[in-house]
């Protein structure tokens, strides 16, 4: 799906393989490619091994960003329960800042906070 000049969203196409793989998503963005999709500006992600190389390999000026809540998922499995709430609480205001300063001073204060005790956590951020 993408979104156009006016922002209206279009379906590009639909499809389906038994595995989903870095494989599979180049084959879908040549064939996009092929069929007129000149540029990505964006795209976002989850996280997949070797799809943002695919993107960039036939679309070389996007700019390839992990989507916000595979990020937050990410960073949350590695808490366990009786932090989540807590930890998700401090997750948000990196996440709901109003410039990239504010955000970035955000991230940092998290990883004073929550670093020591949840490495891989803090981690999935960066």
């Not at 006016?6 to 064939?31: I, P, Q, R, S």
């Not at 960003?65 to 937050?72: N, Y």
Request: include cysteine; aromatic fraction near 8%.
């Amino acid at each position: 799906m993408q979104v156009n000049q006016e922002g209206k969203k279009e379906l590009l196409g639909v499809y389906l393989a038994e595995t989903e793989g870095a494989k599979f998503w180049l084959h879908v963005l040549t064939e996009l490619k092929s069929r007129g999709v000149q540029d990505i500006i964006v795209a976002c992600v989850d996280g997949l091994k070797g799809f943002p190389e695919a993107i960039q390999a036939v679309f070389p000026r996007t700019q390839v960003q992990l989507c916000i809540v595979h990020q937050i998922r990410t960073s949350l499995r590695f808490v366990p329960h009786k932090d989540k709430k807590a930890v998700a609480a401090d997750l948000k205001p990196i996440y709901t800042a109003i410039n990239e300063e504010q955000g970035y001073n955000n991230l940092l204060e998290f990883e004073e906070k929550w670093a020591a005790k949840y490495p891989l956590a803090a981690k999935g951020l960066l």
